[in-house]
């Protein structure tokens, strides 16, 4: 599986982004997407998963309520929508693919490149 992050940018706090991961790969449909955050000087961070059908996401507390996590399978795509964003919330922004449901990036086998988000108070 071969993953791609794009849609990171400069933001104001208190404003929204999307960002995008495409995928391929035969076998992407198999897997569990996540997505993780670094920020400068920070170990990675979770910040949401969904699985393969799409119909399960578990969003850790310091996102929930203001990050959405959804899939297209059919267009081998899965979206972070970032809505009332923090200055917090600053860093680079990956997908990854795994098969565990799980939160630690150690579960997950397939990594993008990262997408950088700032967001400015």
């Known amino acids: 599986v071969q993953l791609q992050a794009s849609g990171g940018g400069l933001v104001q706090a208190g404003g929204s982004l999307t960002l995008s991961c495409a995928a391929s790969g035969r076998t992407y449909n198999n897997y569990i997407i996540g997505w993780f955050r670094q920020a400068p000087g920070k170990e990675r961070e979770f910040v949401a998963r969904i699985n393969w059908g799409g119909t399960v996401t578990y969003l850790p507390n310091s996102v929930k309520g203001r990050f959405t996590i959804s899939r297209d399978n059919a267009k081998r795509m899965v979206y972070l929508q970032m809505s009332n964003l923090k200055s917090e919330d600053t860093a680079v922004y990956y997908c990854?693919?795994?098969?565990?449901?799980?939160?630690?990036?150690?579960?997950?086998?397939?990594w993008g490149q990262g997408t950088l988000v700032t967001v400015s108070s």
């Open positions: 990854a693919a795994g098969s565990q449901w799980n939160s630690m990036s150690s579960a997950y086998e397939y």
